[in-house]
């Protein structure tokens, strides 16, 4: 599955995350629940970064860098594209 993902020539399979390592982050302080999205608003944000052109690999925004599986359960973290949040733009539809 990660080998079908692969679309980034620069970062090799360490820098992808998988469920053991996602288990761990989630359980670690700073994912705590009160810090995250409820899971409706997690999924409308990887709904929305599913659409976008720079989403890349399955797991990556190439606009921050960030693994968006981890980083869109964050309350603090807000989608850089551009003029448009899309997150924001997707909340609630
Ligand atoms: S720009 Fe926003 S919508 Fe696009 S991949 Fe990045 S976080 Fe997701």
New binding site residues.
Partial sequence: MREKNRMCRSCGDEFAVNDRQMERLLASPAFAPELRVNQAEYEARLQ??GG?P??QGGTT????G?L?PVIAYLKSKS???PGLD??AASAGS
Avoid: D, Q
């Fill in positions: 929305a970064c976008c720079k989403f925004c190439m606009l921050c960030c968006v989608c850089p594209f899309r997150w």
